[in-house]
């Protein structure tokens, strides 16, 4: 029996191959995050607050590698090859502006860690909204991003396409939520996990391609 390798059994194999390697290099870059938070976690110390945010520096060039190769996923159907270098090329062309806003990521979350540290639960939701909100910037801006562009012009970008379709960074976050309760489901849940990152960067970029999304586009 002849398995055709542009058949829809294997393109779907090949699908899956590219959801697990593009996600296996997200969670390779968030591993000292990952780790901070099992051994560590966030505690009203000096030390604990240093260290996550720390953690969180290799988070911003991982999500504009995650994002980026799986805009090759979907734009080529699936299997683009060389995952990898696709990943890693994501991240080193990226501009100085986006690199700024990596080092911006960390450097806020200290000073949130520290609001809620210090005062408590009052803080807590106002935390969480800022956190929100610096989230959806941080993907708006690894969507958007181009090698010319300074933090100001990306920055302009994301906003402004923001304020003219709320709706899609709304679906950001309904489809982050929908991926964290997947990874969540008993005995599967950790399994998933070595596919959601990608599946979850290929629908928002579904998304943006749906909706248009930055508004240049």
Not at 6 to 12: H, I
Not at 78 to 105: D, E, H, K, N
Not at 173 to 178: N, S
């Amino acid at each position: 029996m002849r398995v055709r390798l542009d058949g829809p059994v294997a393109r779907t194999a090949l699908a899956v191959w590219s959801l697990f390697v593009a996600s296996v290099c997200f969670l390779v870059c968030c591993a000292p995050y990952l780790l901070f938070e099992r051994v560590i976690g966030w505690q009203p110390s000096h030390g604990a607050l240093w260290l996550g945010a720390l953690s969180l520096v290799p988070v911003g060039p991982a999500l504009r590698g995650l994002l980026a190769t799986a805009q090759a996923m979907v734009g080529e159907g699936g299997y683009p090859g060389r995952l990898v270098l696709r990943f890693a090329g994501a991240i080193r062309q990226s501009s100085g502006g986006l690199r700024l806003l990596w080092w911006l990521l960390p450097a806020l979350a200290l000073l949130l860690a520290y609001d809620v540290a210090l005062y408590g639960r009052t803080m807590a939701v106002l935390v969480a909204a800022a956190g929100t909100l610096l989230g959806l910037i941080l993907i708006g801006a690894s969507v958007a991003d181009t090698r010319r562009h300074t933090l100001s012009m990306t920055l302009h970008i994301v906003l402004k396409s923001a304020a003219r379709r709320p709706h899609i960074p709304l679906t950001w976050l309904f489809l982050l939520l929908a991926a964290v309760l997947v990874t969540a489901v008993p005995l599967i849940g950790p399994s998933l996990l070595l596919f959601v990152p990608a599946a979850w960067a290929a629908a928002v970029d579904v998304v943006n391609r749906a909706w248009g999304f930055p508004a240049h586009r």
